[in-house]
């Protein structure tokens, strides 16, 4: 007997309310809201993914941020159940508890959603976590605005009444992100701890990490120790772990001022250490280099970056709106480890004596693709082996070389245009 499994199809529910985007530069966008009634400030920034709203909103990263999705059909597949887990018994389809975004900018909310895994709507969720969303809108004009003027600050409202635009205005001036710690809003409050106690430790300094890094060092055997984000260098030795990771997250690396100077006595130590987004940046400020803003940030899913010691490009997941000075990194002991096939900003660093290394980029990717998940394993290699980065026995997957030019190492704009 055939089993036919019921696909559910859910309708759009909360939505047809006023909404509008002002942006700083005086630019303004009428759309129709949905999800939560409510009005906000933030940064307004874009992603280029074509796929995995549901990952993308739960992404730590885009805390105090504006999202604009480029793809213009979104939530046709709805939002499945926190309660699906996966092997490791995080939830299976989100990267944190919660929707992270200050607000959903989209150009066609879908009427309906439909998928085998959903149990409600976007529209639904967003009102469920008091988050604002606005369809409707040009987000292909808008995307342009900002890879020329560079990502900037925006008011967002959804309302039930007639809007207050010179109200709406009012509150955008007096909104920021620079300089802004958002750690405690994202990092874990206390120690939390995952998988088999007898396995090897690794430490997490949780400044806004994502459930797939954490799903993915115990992929590959061993257990988690989750750290708040300012955690000391004795509190992370206290736990004697193999290694230690500094994951993702939001804002300037630079705020990030105890988690700086934890970095730097594991780099001292010569402690196993893996940095990712965030933590790439972190690692390179603690040996002495500087980082900057990006105009508008590489997000999205479709980041090329070439491996530096082989050449081989790989297709990226990548959140981030600040990166590493390559010019500061001359005296660090930090060489460049990858580099982005759009613009040359660095996009990885290893150290040259120490079992150190760190990319700009999300090797557990979620949504993907899954091109460099063997950062990972590399890691792994390095803690295992005892050997230094660059002598490490690199075992990455076989990959079709792609020629590639040498460019300025500024932002160039990417890939031409916001995918439609």
């Given at each position: 007997?055939?089993?036919v ?9 909360y ?6 985007l002002v ?8 759309g129709?809201?949905?999800g ?10 874009f ?16 805390r ?6 480029t ?7 709805g ?9 490791y ?8 508890d919660r ?5 959903l ?40 605005k900002?890879?020329v ?14 809007i ?10 007096r ?11 994202v990092?874990t ?44 260098y004795?509190?992370?030795m ?10 993702n ?21 010569s ?13 390179a ?7 900057y ?9 479709n980041?090329?970056c070439?491996?530096r ?25 930090f ?15 290893e150290?040259?004596?120490?079992p ?12 993907g ?14 803690i ?7 002598t ?23 890939r ?5």
């Open positions: 007997m055939v089993r499994q019921k696909i559910p199809t859910l309708q759009q529910t939505t047809g309310y006023a909404a509008k942006l700083e530069d005086g630019g303004v966008f009428d129709v809201g949905f939560y009634p409510s009005e906000i400030t933030g940064e307004v920034v992603n280029t993914g074509m796929v995995g709203y549901t990952e993308t909103l739960t992404d730590p990263s885009y105090g941020q504006i999202l604009c999705m793809y213009p059909l979104v939530g046709n597949y939002v499945p159940s926190f309660d699906v887990k996966d092997d018994g995080f939830p299976k389809f989100f990267e944190s929707i992270q975004v200050k607000a900018l989209i150009h066609d909310l879908s009427n309906i959603a439909s998928h085998w895994s959903c149990t409600r709507t976007l529209d639904q969720w967003l009102y469920e976590e008091k988050i604002p969303g606005i369809y409707g809108i040009d987000t292909r004009e808008l995307t342009k900002l890879r003027r560079g990502v900037m600050m925006g008011a967002a409202v959804v309302s039930e009444s007639e207050d635009e010179p109200r709406l205005k009012k509150a955008l001036s909104a920021k992100y620079e300089g802004l710690n958002f750690m405690p809003e990092s409050a206390e120690p939390q701890h995952y998988g088999d106690k007898d396995k090897d430790c690794i430490i997490v300094l949780d400044t806004g990490v994502k459930y797939s890094i954490i799903r993915n060092i115990m992929r590959t055997g061993y257990r988690v120790v989750r750290l708040p984000w300012d955690a000391s004795e509190q992370v206290s736990y004697s772990p193999k290694g230690v990771v500094i994951s997250g939001p804002g300037d690396p630079k705020v990030c001022t105890s988690t700086i100077k934890t970095a730097t006595k594991l780099i001292k130590e402690t196993p250490t893996l940095g990712i987004c965030l933590g790439n940046q972190i690692l400020l603690a040996g002495g280099a500087n980082t803003k990006l105009k508008f940030g590489h997000r999205g899913q980041k090329p070439v491996d010691r082989n050449n081989q490009v790989y297709v990226t997941s990548q959140n981030h709106g600040y990166g590493i000075d390559p010019k500061s990194l001359g005296k660090t002991g060489k460049i480890w990858f580099a982005n096939a759009d613009d040359d900003t660095v996009e990885g660093i150290h040259k004596s120490k150190i290394i760190a990319v700009q980029f999300h090797p557990e990717a979620s949504p693709p899954y091109d460099c998940m063997y950062v990972f394993d590399r890691f792994k290699e390095i295992a082996n005892g050997v230094k980065p660059e490490a026995a690199a075992k990455t997957p076989r990959a079709k070389k792609k020629k590639t030019t040498k460019k300025p190492a500024k932002e160039k704009g990417g031409k245009g916001a995918k439609r």
